[in-house]
C-alpha cells in the first residue's frame, strides 16, 4: 500500500525558534496533502489542505503565518511552525489521499513537537 | 457546517463484541470512513461506507444509515491488540479529498 514518511518524528526546541517538518508520499504522487494537529487523547484537527504549486488553504483558526506549508514536489510538503512557543507542542500528523477508490487517507508516523 | 459526535471512551472484555457509535451533521454527505490509531502512531483505514447499509471486513463491520446520520463500527472477538482509538470521519461535502474527523472514540479492552 501507499506509504507516507514524516520526518522528523521527534523534536524537542527552544521557544522562538522554527522548527520545519517534512511529509513525503514514498511510492505515490500527491497533488493534495493535509496537515493535522493532534493534542493527547484527542482527535485529529485539520490545520490546512497544502495544495502542490500553489498556495496552502488553511482552515478556520489557523494561524497562516504562524504555520507556514510550502508543497514544492508532487511527493513533499513541509510545515514550518515559525516562532514557536510551549503552546505549539503537540502531534503533528500529515496525510495524503491515495486517488483510489475509495480514496482513503494514508497517514505520515507524526512529528511530536515539544517547545520549551 | 460538520459535526460529528462519538463517545469519548469505552471498555471492553477480550473475546466481546463492542459497537462504537458515530453522528453526523453534514450539509451533504459523500462518505464516512472508520480509522484505527494506536497511541503515538498514524491512523490506519479500517472501512468506508457511503451506501446504506454493513460493510463486513473480518472481524470488523461498519454500517451507515443516511438518513438517520449514523454510523457505527462493530468489533468482534475482541483482542487485545484492539485497544486504540477509532475516529470516525466525513468527507466534506465540496471536497472529496478533505475529512473532518470526530471526537474518536478510546477502546480500552481488558482480559
Known amino acids: 500500500g501507499a506509504v507516507v514518511s514524516q520526518h522528523p518524528s521527534r523534536v524537542i526546541c527552544k521557544s522562538g525558534t522554527s522548527v520545519k517538518i517534512e511529509c513525503r508520499s514514498l511510492d505515490f504522487q500527491a497533488t493534495t496533502m493535509f496537515w493535522y494537529r493532534q493534542f493527547p487523547k484527542k482527535s485529529l484537527m485539520l490545520m490546512a489542505t497544502s495544495n502542490e504549486g500553489s498556495k496552502a488553504t488553511y482552515e478556520q483558526g489557523v494561524e497562516k503565518d504562524k504555520f507556514l506549508i510550502n508543497h514544492a514536489s508532487l511527493t513533499l510538503s513541509t510545515l514550518t511552525v515559525t516562532s514557536a512557543h510551549p503552546e505549539d507542542s503537540s502531534f503533528y500528523i500529515c496525510?495524503?489521499?491515495?486517488?483510489?477508490?475509495?480514496?482513503?487517507?494514508?497517514f505520515g508516523p507524526g512529528t511530536r513537537l515539544t517547545v520549551l | 457546517g460538520q459535526n460529528i459526535d462519538q463517545p469519548t471512551e469505552m471498555t471492553a472484555t477480550e473475546g466481546a463484541i463492542v459497537q462504537i457509535n458515530c453522528t453526523y451533521q453534514?450539509?451533504?454527505?459523500?462518505?464516512l470512513f472508520w480509522y484505527q490509531q494506536h497511541a503515538g502512531e498514524a491512523p490506519t483505514f479500517l472501512s468506508y461506507?457511503?451506501?446504506?447499509g454493513l460493510e463486513e471486513k473480518g472481524r470488523f463491520s461498519s454500517f451507515l444509515s443516511r438518513s438517520k446520520g449514523y454510523s457505527y463500527l462493530l468489533l468482534k472477538e475482541l483482542q487485545m491488540k484492539d485497544s486504540a482509538s477509532y475516529l470516525c470521519a466525513v468527507r466534506a461535502p465540496y471536497n472529496t479529498d478533505k475529512l473532518i474527523f470526530g471526537t474518536g472514540t478510546r477502546l480500552q479492552v481488558f482480559p
Open positions: 453534514t450539509s451533504g454527505f459523500n462518505g
Open positions: 461506507n457511503v451506501l446504506d
Open positions: 496525510s495524503a489521499p491515495t486517488g483510489k477508490t475509495p480514496n482513503e487517507q494514508f
